[in-house]
């Protein structure tokens, strides 16, 4: 089976989940990131449950619920997939994106890396125009600690309105910080207070927002943030268009929507503004912002403290270096998988099948009926012997070797080199690691027969 739109895109993600409340007064929280700042992390040490978590991006694609309680208030966790914006650019930043902005949670956590905050607080600013009722996490604080990196936290809090909380999810740090300002902000969500405007645009845009504001606000039933739903009428982003088309029907039918907006694009194409300037604008409007939000928050006490970073990268993500390091290195690992799984796998076999002649010879001489001995012993421990010796080494060998180029920090680079590739196949370099994975394994497996 081959890569198919409907096999990588929306519909293989987006399974629909339905949120289910243990008691009616349950917070339903959605946690959201960037890909690879712990999520899921989170998540597992806030609910007790399992998701899976690796250092690398793109693990989580769909929602998934779980429950967890501050001792007065029960919560609905939900982890959804990283994004690097409200924009999406893949079927899981689309699952993201739907759930914050149409899917209406109590409150949303957005979790940062501390070692790049300011590349984090891009989407921690696009989620607070949509849904100002958020709590800032900040996670990652042992690994900003390691790299000699401060984070005025007091600071972002007063700069952002919202509650900011510093944690080290790994070793369970900070939890209490979150719920505590999980409880501040849904107080104050209570009291209806209301958050500053963070993100100003440019003139002509904040012009265009003021006379599209009554309009949008005349049409009943919309759930979301209205300012932020103008501005992205007026981006006008095609992909968030289809989802304004899917959850606020009446908005994108609406005649006078659409008068207004032709309008005033009339009138920006008159003053010379087309729509790639006007998208730049807004997006330089986060940029700035997060660059301003981090002047005094971040301090490097080593400037120079990502120099080594920066040089790895160049070596195994520059055109000239990065595939072919890249080629070496995964054909090295298929190649001791396979290679290497052989001679286990015969050791294994050999003392499994021994151990059958044996038990064969025993169940005789203990009279057992021979149908029954066939079964259990012929069937069902055979084929229990040849998928512990066909499958077991191979894991055995992958796994090891995959979780060290994890920690070494070199997977996130080969999702980097390959999703250009990827995207050619409607899907993204983010899932060239679950198939690198599926892949060996699949290798491994046809090198032997699996019935003789
Ligand atoms: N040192 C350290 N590592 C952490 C911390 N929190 C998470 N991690 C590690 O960071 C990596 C990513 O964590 P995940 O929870 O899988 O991240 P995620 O945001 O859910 O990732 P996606 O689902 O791919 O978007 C894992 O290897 C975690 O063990 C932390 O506080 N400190
Ligand atoms: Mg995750």
Avoid at 90 to 98: N, Y
Avoid at 227 to 242: Q, T, Y
Avoid at 279 to 303: H, P, R, W
Wanted: glycine share 6%.
């Amino acid at each position: 089976m081959g890569l198919s739109r409907d096999s990588v895109g929306i519909k293989s993600v987006d399974l629909g989940l339905e949120i289910k409340k243990r008691s009616k007064t349950d917070k339903v929280i959605a946690l959201a990131g960037n890909p690879n700042v712990g999520k899921s992390t989170v998540f597992n040490q806030l609910t007790g449950m399992n998701q899976h978590t690796g250092n690398w991006p793109g693990k989580t694609v769909a929602n998934a619920q779980g429950y967890c309680s501050d001792g007065s208030q029960g919560y609905v966790m939900v982890d959804i997939p990283g994004c690097y914006s409200l924009m999406a650019h893949s079927a899981e930043e689309e699952v993201a994106r739907d759930f914050i902005c149409f899917e209406n949670p109590d409150a949303v956590v957005v979790v940062c890396d501390a070692t790049c905050l300011e590349r984090n607080l891009n989407l921690v600013l696009q989620v607070l125009e949509a849904s100002p009722h958020a709590v800032v996490c900040v996670n990652l604080m042992d690994e900003a600690k390691k790299k000699k990196i401060s984070l005025r936290l007091d600071l972002l809090e007063e700069r952002l309105g919202v509650p900011v909380a510093g944690t080290a999810a790994r070793s369970k740090k900070g939890l209490d910080q979150l719920y505590s300002g999980l409880k501040r902000c849904l107080e104050e969500k209570e009291e209806g207070m209301e958050r500053p405007v963070l993100i100003c645009y440019p003139e002509y845009i904040e012009e265009a927002i003021t006379k599209l504001t009554p309009v949008v606000e005349n049409i009943s039933d919309i759930n979301v943030n209205t300012r932020w739903l103008c501005a992205r009428l007026l981006d006008s982003n095609e992909n968030l268009m289809g989802a304004v088309k899917k959850y606020l029907k009446p908005v994108a039918e609406s005649k006078e929507v659409r008068a207004c907006l032709e309008e005033l694009r009339r009138e920006w194409k008159d003053r010379g503004i087309d729509q790639e300037k006007i998208s730049d604008d807004m997006a330089s409007a986060f940029v700035k912002k997060a660059e301003y939000l981090c002047t005094g928050v971040v301090i490097y006490e080593n400037q120079t403290y990502n120099r080594k970073d920066r040089k790895l990268d160049w070596l195994f993500t520059s055109k000239i270096t990065g595939f072919p390091i890249m080629f070496l290195v995964l054909l090295c690992i298929f190649w001791l998988t396979i290679t290497g799984a052989n001679y286990p796998s015969q050791f294994l076999s050999k003392v499994l099948f021994g151990l059958e002649d044996w038990l064969a010879r025993t169940a005789d001489w203990a009279g057992v009926p021979a149908v029954i001995s066939n079964l259990l012993i012929h069937g069902v421990y055979r084929v229990l012997a040849w998928v512990v010796s066909v499958m077991l080494p191979p894991m055995a060998i992958f796994f090891p070797l995959f979780t060290l180029l994890e920690d070494f920090g070199y997977l996130p680079r080969v999702a980097f080199n390959l999703d250009r590739c990827f995207k050619r196949c409607s899907a993204c370099g983010k899932q060239a690691l679950t198939m690198c994975q599926r892949k060996s394994m699949l290798f491994s497996d046809r090198k032997r027969p699996f019935f003789s």
